[in-house]
C-alpha cells in the first residue's frame, strides 16, 4: 500500500498574489501611455517644483512617470510595482533614456514593506488596484516629506456612476476573455480624508474625465 501524500495541499493565490499575476500578463502587452489625468498630476507637480527632489512612484508601471520626473529634474526616483513584468520594462527604460543609475526599482508590496522617505510620493491610479486603501495610504503618506499627488476614481455622484458602467464594461469583457481584472471602489471622500488626517493640505484638486486628481503638501 502506497503512502498517504505528505504534500500540503495547493494554496489558492492571494488577493495581491492575483493583482501581481494579472499585471504580469497584461504589461506583456503593453503600450506606454500617458492618459490626460496623468498629465494633470504631473503638470501640477513640476508647478511645485520637481528639480532637486526625491520622487517615488508606487505602483509605477512600466516607468513613464519616473522619467518624466527625471527629465524635469527630479535628483533619483524609487519605483515599487506588484508586478515584476512592469520592473523589467521599467528597468529595461531607464537604461535606454540613462537614467539608470539614479533609479531604484523593486517588486514588492508598498503597502507592508518598508518605504524610504522621498520628497515626493505618487500613486497614480493605484489605490483603485489595491484591496486594502487603508495601508496603502498610510504606508505611503509617511514617506511623503513634501508633494503627496493621487488619483483615484471618482464614487460618487453623476461622475461616480459613469466610472463604475465604464468598470462594468471593462469587466465584463475582460472576463469574457478569461481574465479577472482587479477593480476596487474605495470612496474617494474617505481617500482625501485619510491623506488630510495624515497631515497633508491640498494644493491642487481636479477631475479629469472619471478620475479624481489630487496634489497635497505636508503641513
Do not use: N
Amino acid at each position: 500500500m502506497s503512502e498517504p501524500c505528505a504534500c500540503p495541499p495547493e494554496q489558492s493565490p492571494t488577493e495581491v498574489e492575483r493583482i501581481a499575476q494579472h499585471f504580469d500578463e497584461r504589461m506583456r502587452d503593453w503600450q506606454p501611455v500617458c492618459p490626460a489625468s496623468t498629465d494633470l498630476l504631473f503638470g501640477w507637480l513640476e508647478r511645485e517644483g520637481l528639480a532637486g527632489s526625491s520622487v517615488m512612484d508606487v505602483g509605477c508601471g512600466t516607468g513613464e512617470l519616473i522619467a518624466r520626473a527625471l527629465d524635469a529634474g527630479a535628483t533619483r526616483a524609487t519605483g515599487a510595482d506588484l508586478s515584476s513584468e512592469a520592473i523589467a520594462q521599467a528597468s529595461a527604460q531607464m537604461r535606454e533614456a540613462g537614467f539608470e543609475d539614479r533609479v531604484d526599482l523593486w517588486v514588492g508590496d508598498a503597502a507592508i514593506e518598508p518605504l524610504e522617505p522621498h520628497d515626493v510620493v505618487v500613486l497614480d491610479k493605484v489605490i483603485c488596484c489595491y484591496p486594502d486603501a487603508d495601508a496603502l495610504i498610510a504606508s505611503s503618506t509617511a514617506a511623503a516629506r513634501r508633494l503627496y499627488a493621487f488619483a483615484v476614481p471618482e464614487s460618487r455622484g453623476f461622475w461616480g456612476l459613469v466610472a463604475r458602467a465604464r468598470w462594468f464594461v471593462f469587466d465584463l469583457v475582460a472576463r469574457l476573455r478569461g481574465e479577472d481584472p482587479p477593480r476596487f471602489i474605495h470612496e474617494r471622500a474617505d481617500v482625501e480624508a485619510k491623506v488630510l488626517a495624515a497631515g497633508f493640505r491640498p494644493l491642487h484638486t481636479g477631475r479629469q474625465f472619471v478620475w479624481f486628481v489630487g496634489v497635497y503638501a505636508r503641513r
